[in-house]
Each structure stands twice: as structure tokens, then as C-alpha cells.
Nanobody
């Protein structure tokens, strides 16, 4: 199974970007999909996550600005990012995880988001 991210890029502060992550290959869809981000020398941090039933959780630093959604039929998760700030600059990673059988924990390759002031 591969998670393929797209939609990263460069934008000015206050702008918007939409990230997408599609799972290729066979994957059991009853899972939690999430977006994380990481900067060099720092730990990877959770940005937002969504269950297959649509329940969401957001990190405090993105609440009110980012929206996570998913299309279960397409095994795809999205992250709509608005009111971007320079501190949102990072490599964003997609994750698909299932803690019950069949268990799995898949990561995408990451996509760079750069926000300039």
C-alpha cells in the first residue's frame, strides 16, 4: 500500500492550499487517517485526524484555519489549509492507521508546504 500526497507548494501568508492523500493498493478503509507535519530538527507533530465515520480532531495551532475530510470510497484524505502563516511551513505527511486487526500504519512520502511572509 502506498500513500501518495499532492497539493503542496509555496504560498504567501494568508493564502490557502489543499493537500490530498490517496491510498493505492488494497487497504481496509475502517481506519484513522491523519496529517502530520515536521520541520528539520523537530519532532513530527499531529495536525489533524479523521476517523472513517467522520469524527475529527485538530491541533490547537490549526483550529479554525484547517479542515480535514475524507472520501472513503476513494481511500483519500484531504487537508484544506486557509489563513496560512509562515510557521505552518513544514513537510506534511499523510498517515493511515488501524489499531485493530488487520493492523497497519502507513505513511506517505511527505509534501513540502512553504508559507512566505
Amino acid at each position: 500500500v502506498l500513500l501518495v500526497e499532492s497539493g503542496g507548494g509555496s504560498v504567501q501568508a494568508g493564502g490557502s492550499l489543499r493537500l490530498s492523500c490517496a491510498a493505492s493498493g488494497s487497504i481496509v478503509s475502517n481506519n484513522v487517517m491523519a496529517w502530520y507535519r515536521q520541520n528539520p530538527g523537530k519532532q513530527r507533530e499531529l495536525v489533524a485526524k479523521i476517523t472513517s465515520g467522520g469524527s475529527t480532531n485538530y491541533a490547537d495551532f490549526v483550529k479554525g484555519r484547517f479542515t480535514i475530510s475524507r472520501d472513503n470510497a476513494k481511500n483519500t484524505v484531504y487537508l484544506q489549509m486557509s489563513l496560512l502563516k509562515p510557521e505552518d511551513t513544514a513537510v506534511y505527511y499523510c498517515n493511515a492507521k488501524r489499531d485493530w486487526r488487520p493492523q497497519y500504519d502507513y505513511w506517505g512520502q511527505g509534501t513540502q508546504v512553504t508559507v512566505s511572509s
